[in-house]
């Protein structure tokens, strides 16, 4: 059963950062995708960043620059954290993110951006960037 529990968020100005965390039970499959959507007020959730198991990353282009996704393996207990550090906020930014993850075909270009890729979502968690 993959779990996947988030952290971060919050309250920032345009301009600052924040950094979102999550733990995702994922490695003991052999090859996966995790990564970051965010749903604002009235829109359709989106794909952010994305990272597969070999460490290779894909971003949506308004964030390319300003985010960085990057994962932690540590321990071999199956887990790894995940982390989504946000610089150059704005408030267009502002949403719900949600840690997702599914299979390794859920990073393929055709693939990441796209709710439906995803088999496993986080709670989710806001982030309020005010200009």
């Known amino acids: 059963q993959v779990q996947l529990v988030e952290s971060g968020g919050g309250s920032a100005e345009a301009g600052g950062s924040l950094t979102l965390s999550c733990v995702a039970s994922?490695?003991?499959?052999?090859?996966?995708?995790v990564g970051w959507l965010r749903q604002a007020p009235g829109k359709e959730r989106e794909g952010v960043a994305v990272?597969?198991?070999?460490?290779?990353?894909?971003?949506?282009?308004s964030v390319k620059g300003r985010f960085t996704i990057s994962k932690d393996d540590g321990k071999d207990d199956g887990k790894t954290t995940l982390y989504l550090q946000m610089s150059s906020l704005k408030p267009d930014d502002t949403a719900i993110y949600y840690c997702?993850?599914?299979?390794?075909?859920?990073?393929?270009?055709?693939?990441?951006?796209?709710?439906?890729?995803?088999?496993?979502w986080g709670q989710g968690t806001q982030v309020t960037v005010s200009s």
């Open positions: 997702a993850a599914g299979g390794s075909t859920s990073c393929r270009e055709d693939a990441w951006a796209w709710e439906q890729s995803y088999n496993y």
């Open positions: 990272i597969d198991s070999d460490g290779v990353t894909t971003y949506e282009d």
């Open positions: 994922v490695t003991m499959y052999s090859s996966y995708c």
